[in-house]
């Protein structure tokens, strides 16, 4: 059974970093997009970033574009997501997801995504 565990969740100053885990588990990460993706409280879930894990191609959406790196580590079936610079509109609650995929570049677009994780919450305050 396909299945996704996030860690790595807390609470963190302004400007501070944390590093995100998505351990996958019943599946390989052959041929897969894997995505994090957060949600606010009254708020939409929101894309971040995504990886190819065939491919290791990557892609970010612009709000979190050159201050998270998403990562992954096939020995440990296990993706990142190093988030620095945190911002108190960073706090959310953080899910990965997976969706079986040939394509070269993945969207980080929620509808896009099939397997979910139960998230971690982020939280950003002084």
């Not at 100053?13 to 997009?33: E, H, K």
């Not at 929101?46 to 574009?65: H, M, P, Q, W």
Request: hydrophobic content about 35%; overall charge positive.
């Amino acid at each position: 059974q396909l299945q996704l565990v996030e860690s790595g969740g807390g609470l963190v100053q302004p400007g501070g970093s944390l590093r995100l885990s998505c351990a996958a588990s019943g599946f390989t990460l052959d041929y897969y997009a894997i995505g994090w993706f957060r949600q606010a409280p009254g708020k939409e879930r929101e894309g971040l970033s995504c990886i190819s894990t065939k491919f290791r191609t990557t892609n970010y959406a612009d709000s979190v574009k050159g201050r998270f790196t998403i990562s992954i580590d096939s020995a440990k079936n296990t993706v990142y997501l190093q988030m620095n610079s945190l911002k108190p509109e960073d706090t959310a609650v953080y899910y990965c997801a997976a969706v079986a995929t040939v394509q070269v570049l993945c969207v980080p677009h929620p509808k896009n995504y099939v397997h979910w994780g139960q998230g971690t919450q982020v939280t950003v305050s002084s």
